[in-house]
């Protein structure tokens, strides 16, 4: 199943931060959004894993409106969220963060594969696992955000700008994980980026926001050759 | 040599006190982020439940488990009820942070007066279960009795239970993600409203032995205003804040630091400071350690 955002609009007091948005990402594919700071791509996302509150619209994912429920919910209903600024928490271990993604799984078994697979993608997090979160330098941080939210068995993975203040060969690495992800395991993504090239590089589909509103939209190729688009997002 | 043993065997048994009732401020803190001046009220509460057991039943052990159940029950409603709701309106302005203190403040004063309402303004007394004659050395007769001993055995067995729970369990895995990074936490699935009840519940469970063994750790008597709990909530506001506020291992390092100087002021000084000493001490180390004992700086945050 797909996920259809329909006229989401969401508001930060009186300021509008997203306006009548509206795409769709099918099942097994990788949707880039971009566009420039404040163009409200976090408030999207934090919209759909129930973060923010929204004045109207609805995203429909499983026969469920993720625009209703809270967070602890909606991962129950696979999804996962991965905020922006590696979202770990610092004072646990590697291992503990980890676990803390398959907290809420009954069946404990399958969250041991869960934490075997997780490793086995990140290898080095398999050697830190006893380290204090804070202690890893922020690439693999964000190995173990993106980790963490695995942890919770996803089928639908929200990253919010996971190439935030690294150099540009973990980028690039972090980058080539996240398409890994999609192919090897069919999860649905939505990766929300700054960095507009690297994203639309190895995005199947993208959307570009501009002040909240959808700019253009497309396939991430036909969207990489638009005069518009490079002009704007890609800086050539 | 036999007063300085006699001065830290008193300064650790009351610090022993002080820690939990710093591990109850510590814990409603990285639950909820709110000081909860009503720990005293909750303390002296769970205290006359203790009592009305020990009338009906005459066992103080299964009293002071009951105390500490009905401790933390009481901590958990107050939560639920009423703090909930408070820090919901709140949330935002000038008023968020000064709003909670004020509201525990009025919770103290209301629960004081429940209580003077349903066992009466008079002292009662819980008798100590054990002698509070001192143990003997050869001719020597030392301050610290049987009574003082099992208080110390008893604090020593809730804290470890306590860090098993934070260490060992999912249940503790959750609360210390939930008080660290909530929308972290949030994010992975974890009740975080659930598990703020359960840390006042934890907090309600350690102040309300700290409130039965304070009175047993004296004559055992105590009224709704008795001095007692309300020294009881400055010093295990000072352990904790000398703790650094976010440790349950650094709220009882504070509350014994804090038991074991009171009590050599208090023995090699002057008696008179007994209400000075733990301000100069909290002062001196706000001044050289702001951060508390244990507390680290907050740098990078995730």
Redesign the interface.
Known sequence: MSLIVHGLTVDHGAIRAINDVSFTVDKGKLAAVIGANGAGKSTLLRAL?G?NSTTAGTAEWRNHNLLHG???AH??KGV????E????????TVE?NL???A??RRNKREATESKSQAIELFPRLGERLLQR??TLSGGE?QMLAIG??L??KPELLLLDEPSLGLAPLVIEQIFQTIRGIVDSMGLTVVLVEQNAMGALKIADTAVVLNLGRVAATGSAADLIADPAVRAAYLGY | MIQFINTILIGFTSGAIYALMAMAIVLVWRSTRVINFAQAGLALASAYIGYQVVQSISNYWVALIIAMFAGAALSALIEIAFMRLLLKHTSSGPIASVAPIIATLGLLGIIKAGIAMIWGGQYVVVKPPLSNTGFSIGTHTLVFSPMKLAIVISVASLVLVFSLIFQKT?IG??L??SA??P??????????DLVRTLGWALSGAAGAVAGLLLTSNGNGSFSPESMEFSLLLISGFIAAVIGGLESLVGAVIGGLVLGLVTSFVLMYISGSLFFIAPFVVLLIVLFIRPQGIIGVKVG???
């Open positions: 894993s973060l809270k967070p602890e991962v129950r996962s969220h991965v905020s600024g590696k979202s770990v928490v610092a004072e646990l503990e676990d803390l993604g907290l809420w979160a804070d941080r963490r939210a942890m919770s | 999912n895995l959750a210390r993600a660290f990074a929308e972290i936490a949030r994010l992975a699935g974890v009740k975080v990078r945050r995730a």
